[in-house]
């Protein structure tokens, strides 16, 4: 696998669930990302994660829990969703964080369903 | 945060045409970058621009920062129907403060 890996694809959960959406980045980047794109408005920035460090919470609500191991994983734990929260999350990977800005390598994304 | 905005936000036109596209600020943009975005895909990397007044080509494809580095465009010369799609700036900011614009949905009719 290169690039930015994300599992599932396609997700269809209840909103008494609980899941996790995985991404995977295999480029050595020491930087990882989710972004929450819904219809008609811009990418929304979730977290940020540097060196297996949160660095960046941008007032997501409680329900979205991230978690990164390792420099080269992070997830995405859901739970208690709201038909609101029904987007595509995407994972973005970069060399490190930092003025200027690191060229951002994305996944294919997680089309996300609350029913 | 800096606020990055998109026009136009939709354009839709006939293969062979040229279309601009651009970004903009009221703060300086440390560096670039355009992305374009298929429909159920992530972002794809295109460009990044860093220095005032830069012009970079990719084939079809012209992107312009601005010489006060608040301003970027994109354009295409005899668009293809393989162009269309969601194109997105992005600007790092400083203290990594992230953002993306609107983006500029791109229809490209054969």
């Known amino acids: 696998e290169t690039g930015v890996t994300q599992t599932p694809r396609h997700l269809v959960m209840g909103m008494t669930n609980k899941k996790s959406l995985k991404c995977e980045q295999h480029?050595?980047?020491?930087?990882m990302y989710w972004y929450k794109q819904s219809a008609k408005k811009p990418l929304e920035l979730m977290f940020v994660?540097?060196?297996?460090?949160?660095?960046e919470n941008n007032s997501v609500p409680s329900r979205f829990s991230p978690e990164c191991p390792n420099s080269s994983h992070l997830f995405l734990h859901l739970h208690t969703l709201q038909p609101e929260d029904s987007a595509l999350y995407l994972c973005?990977?970069?060399?490190?964080?930092?003025?200027?800005?690191?060229?951002?390598?994305f996944g294919p994304g997680t089309r996300l369903t609350v029913t | 945060t800096q606020l990055l905005e998109q026009s136009p936000q939709f354009l839709s036109i006939q293969e062979g045409e040229n279309l601009t596209v651009y970004c903009n600020s009221s703060?300086?943009?440390?560096?670039l970058q355009w992305y374009r975005q298929e429909p159920g895909e992530g972002p794809v990397l295109l460009v990044t621009?860093?220095?005032?007044?830069e012009v970079k080509k990719l084939k079809r494809l012209t992107f312009q920062f601005g010489d006060a580095r608040k301003d970027s465009s994109l354009h295409i010369t005899a668009a293809q129907p393989g162009d269309t799609g969601l194109y997105l700036c992005?600007?790092?900011?400083?203290?990594?403060?992230?953002?993306f614009g609107k983006g500029t949905l791109l229809t490209v009719n054969p």
């Open positions: 973005a990977s970069s060399q490190d964080i930092g003025t200027g800005g690191y060229e951002q390598y």
């Open positions: 480029l050595g980047h020491n930087a």
């Open positions: 994660y540097s060196l297996e460090e949160r660095v």
């Open positions: 703060s300086v943009f440390s560096s």
């Open positions: 621009v860093v220095t005032g007044g």
């Open positions: 992005y600007s790092g900011g400083s203290n990594y403060k992230l953002t």
